[in-house]
């Protein structure tokens, strides 16, 4: 089994930045895909970026594209969002995830096996 730890969150004014972190461990990391989702008060989950562990290519949702860059350190066995220009709506509890299958669709959350337990991100206006 996979455990997340994400770490990074805090408050922001809008168009500044935050590094997110999400530090895995009890397995090994290898060909995972991972990915980070956030939800922000009364709405659905959504996905925000993803990125295969093994040099694979990276997926954003639109709405964060050319703002936010995901990364891997495969000696840390971390994933990280860098999140710049950031905005009011951007505002959500980010989630790291681990999909050990490599679901045929990278965006939806449940092709991912494992969870951290969030992190909460604030941007103020």
């Known amino acids: 089994q996979v455990q997340l730890v994400e770490s990074g969150g805090g408050l922001v004014q809008a168009g500044g930045s935050l590094r997110l972190s999400c530090a895995a461990s009890g397995r090994i990391f290898s060909s995972y895909r991972m990915g980070w989702f956030r939800q922000a008060p009364g709405k659905e989950r959504e996905f925000v970026a993803a990125?295969?562990?093994?040099?694979?290519?990276?997926y954003y949702a639109d709405s964060v594209k050319g703002r936010f860059t995901i990364s891997r350190d495969k000696a840390k066995n971390t994933v990280n969002l860098q999140m710049n220009s950031l905005k009011p709506e951007d505002t959500a509890v980010y989630y790291c995830a681990a999909d050990s299958l490599r679901g045929s669709v990278y965006s939806l959350d449940v092709h991912y096996d494992y969870w951290g337990q969030g992190t909460q991100v604030t941007v103020s206006s």
């Open positions: 990125i295969s562990w093994s040099d694979g290519p990276t």
